[in-house]
């Protein structure tokens, strides 16, 4: 699902690499769980692999496709197809409604709204579907996302990044918010989606208790040269 060889990235304006990984790869279906210091590279390893940074060498592979090979745009279609991401900052839009964000991949990406009408009768309606069991109150489905709490958006930003149910679900932080009881049914479904088209989890966190539910755990500074110069 994911492989990278002999990557380096280094922040515009840095003298070092943030990123210098020799090999590391992921297993189609595997729910793998990222972790490690803040400032380490977390974040900016998820857009390596999400194609949203690409690498000043070296090759990042998902889904077999070298996606630094890919030009602009159709990286953009390839990412909508295929991924769903949670941002750490959420990236919603704040002047749609809730079910407007939620939908919002279908709309760049034929693939994804035809696996979400596989599930329900329309996307609206698949959109609610996501919602509710994150427990989100349908008295919130219309409304503006930008007046919801945080743990609310967070949930939004999940539902958005699941529709479809792309290969890869990238998660940057997606609980931090979340009060232990939506925590838990937040785990619950973005597993119960994942597993019903054995679509990969990275999930990175710095909740530790989360991470015996995963297949695997990643301690970034075992993979990243860059880390273990830190
Ligand atoms: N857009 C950017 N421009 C320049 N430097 C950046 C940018 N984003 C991150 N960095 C730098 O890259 C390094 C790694 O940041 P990153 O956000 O990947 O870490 P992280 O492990 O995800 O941290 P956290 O756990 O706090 O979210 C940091 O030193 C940060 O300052």
Known sequence: MIE?????????????SVIDIERFSIEKGDK??????SG????TLLGLIAGVSLPDSGDVKVLGQNINHIKGRQRD?????HMGYIFQMFNLLPYLSVTENVCLPCHFSKRRKNKALTHSPSLNAE???????????????????AELSIGQQQRVAAARALIGQPELVIADEPSSALDTDARESFIN???????REKSTLLFVSHDDTLSPLFDQQIELSKINLSSKRL
């Open 4 to 16: 990278l060889n002999q990557v380096k990235f280094r922040w515009p304006g840095s003298s070092t």
């Open 40 to 43: 380490t590279g977390k974040s």
């Open 189 to 195: 479904l973005l597993f119960q989606e994942c597993n």
């Open 127 to 145: 959109a609610h579907r996501l919602l509710s069991d994150l427990q989100l109150g349908n008295d919130l489905i219309n409304r503006p996302v």
């Open 77 to 81: 279609h390839f990412r909508a197809d």
């Open 32 to 37: 793998v769980f990222l972790k490690g210091p």
